[in-house]
């Protein structure tokens, strides 16, 4: 009994070092946050928005999703869907702007013992 309850703890601390990212990643988007947002970008990220869809530097990312940001002022974002496969994360929902609602998904994956976001996308 004590081993199946010392492997249940792990296997729940295993899981919380692999969403770790999640969260953050959730609440920078949440609140419109671009510099907490970058935090999380690999050294390229692929960004789809609705008039551009491109592959860009960390930096270059950055000021792309803080102008996007500025033009649609961010009121919410609901989670609809968010889980793990084969080391990456993954989370869908609805970001609710000033400009109208977008489909939000974007992508995490492992890199050693952290987590970097390497696309987003939103979409109308």
Known sequence: ???LISLFA????LVSFA?????EVIAAIKSGNSSALARYF???????LPQKNST???SQAEIIIKDFFSNNPVKNFKVLHQGEK??????????ETSNGNFRTTFFMKNKGDTQSLQEIRFEN
């Open 1 to 3: 009994m004590k081993r």
């Open 10 to 13: 792990l296997f729940i601390l």
């Open 19 to 23: 969403l770790a990212g999640l969260p």
């Open 42 to 48: 690999d050294n390229t990220v692929e960004i789809t």
């Open 56 to 58: 860009y530097s960390k």
């Open 86 to 95: 084969s080391g990456s994360q993954y989370c869908i929902g609805t970001l």
